[in-house]
């Protein structure tokens, strides 16, 4: 029986309509509306794509946002001066600055110069140090929690399920991993250098696919009924776009299982939303 199809789309959708109402609220007590600071660094295409739907998404919802374009030659100390000028505005609960980065700017230095009280992409060693610590923090980065909430709003069971985690980034991989593992899952984390890659899929309830390599995910990967998760986006020679999972040959054998696009990536755009919301009403003094 081919997989039922998790529709991200309209489950970031009911998310979204969800916050105008908080944003409300937010206004009412500091005056203003909830904030967020989006730097843009480079001329990566994809990049101003990604942050153009950002800002979309957030003048829906009401939230304000502040764009900061810089040019792919800039120095440190320009972005850092800009880091520093989002972290003092006080109408901006959020940054976001999109990766990847100039080789000549360190992402590592750049996430620990953001507020932690502003970290909506939970990048910051402090929100990752919590995650690892308690397996929640103030901010979750947007991918995983969107993962997360995929499965809770599908049903699916985590608690003693076992879990794999195709692929081992700290935006996907490592985070979604400490996140399932958090709600009890049995923990599989494998990468390109795992050895017998399907088998250690196959061994899956639910398998969540980030690394990057556009069909990499075959049906004799997956067990029968496993919910399949696919973060990957990936853009093929001729133009489209797809995912990490071949869709058409995993739907035959999985019991549910995600799009590319239209699963996880409008997930990513409501949770940030969501990040930047809940930090201003912390700091409204609402949560
Ligand atoms: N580049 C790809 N995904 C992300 C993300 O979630 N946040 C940021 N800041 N950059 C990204």
Same mark, same amino acid.
Request: aromatic share 2%.
């Given at each position: 029986?081919?997989?039922?199809?998790?529709?991200?789309?309209?489950?970031?959708?009911?998310?979204?309509?969800?916050?105008?109402?908080?944003?409300?609220?937010?206004?009412?007590?500091?005056?203003?509306?909830?904030?967020?600071?989006?730097?843009?660094?480079?001329?990566?295409?994809?990049?101003?794509?990604?942050?153009?739907?950002?800002?979309?998404?957030?003048?829906?919802?009401?939230?304000?946002?502040?764009?900061?374009?810089?040019?792919?030659?800039? #120095?440190?100390?320009?972005?850092?001066?800009?880091?520093? +000028? *989002?972290?003092?505005?006080? @109408?901006?609960?959020? =940054? /976001?600055?999109?990766?990847?980065?100039?080789?000549?700017?360190?992402?590592?230095?750049?996430?620990?110069?953001?507020?932690?009280?502003?970290?909506?992409?939970?990048?910051?060693?402090?929100?990752?140090?919590?995650?690892?610590?308690?397996?929640?923090?103030?901010?979750?980065?947007?991918?995983?929690?969107?993962?997360?909430?995929?499965?809770?709003?599908?049903?699916?069971?985590?608690?003693?399920?076992?879990?794999?985690?195709?692929?081992?980034?700290?935006?996907?991989?490592?985070?979604?991993?400490?996140?399932?593992?958090?709600?009890?899952? #049995?923990?599989?984390?494998?990468?390109?250098?795992?050895? +017998? *890659?399907?088998?250690?899929? @196959?061994?899956?309830? =639910? /398998?969540?696919?980030?690394?990057?390599?556009?069909?990499?995910?075959?049906?004799?990967?997956?067990?029968?009924?496993?919910?399949?998760?696919?973060?990957?986006?990936?853009?093929?020679?001729?133009?489209?776009?797809?995912?990490?999972?071949?869709?058409?040959?995993?739907?035959?054998?999985?019991?549910?299982?995600?799009?590319?696009?239209?699963?996880?990536?409008?997930?990513?755009?409501?949770?940030?939303?969501?990040?930047?919301?809940?930090?201003?009403?912390?700091?409204?003094?609402?949560?």
């Amino acid at each position: 029986m081919p997989a039922e199809i998790i529709d991200g789309k309209a489950i970031a959708q009911e998310i979204r309509e969800s916050l105008p109402a908080r944003v409300a609220k937010v206004e009412e007590k500091l005056g203003f509306p909830p904030g967020l600071g989006v730097m843009l660094v480079g001329d990566d295409p994809a990049s101003a794509t990604y942050v153009g739907m950002k800002e979309k998404a957030c003048a829906k919802a009401g939230i304000h946002s502040r764009q900061v374009t810089l040019g792919a030659q800039v #120095t440190p100390e320009e972005v850092f001066g800009h880091i520093d +000028d *989002l972290n003092n505005d006080e @109408r901006i609960h959020g =940054i /976001l600055i999109q990766q990847p980065l100039p080789p000549q700017i360190d992402t590592e230095a750049v996430c620990a110069a953001t507020s932690p009280e502003k970290d909506v992409d939970g990048f910051h060693p402090h929100n990752l140090g919590e995650l690892l610590r308690a397996g929640t923090a103030p901010f979750i980065a947007c991918t995983p929690r969107g993962v997360i909430e995929l499965l809770e709003r599908t049903d699916t069971p985590i608690k003693g399920a076992k879990a794999v985690v195709l692929g081992r980034s700290n935006i996907v991989g490592k985070p979604a991993a400490l996140l399932l593992l958090a709600r009890h899952a #049995t923990l599989t984390i494998c990468h390109s250098r795992t050895e +017998d *890659l399907p088998a250690v899929c @196959r061994e899956a309830d =639910i /398998l969540v696919a980030a690394v990057g390599r556009p069909k990499m995910v075959k049906g004799d990967w997956v067990k029968p009924g496993a919910t399949v998760i696919d973060v990957g986006t990936n853009r093929l020679d001729d133009g489209t776009l797809c995912g990490d999972v071949d869709f058409d040959d995993v739907a035959e054998v999985a019991g549910k299982l995600t799009p590319s696009p239209g699963g996880v990536g409008p997930m990513t755009i409501a949770m940030l939303l969501v990040n930047t919301v809940e930090s201003a009403e912390r700091r409204a003094g609402l949560a």
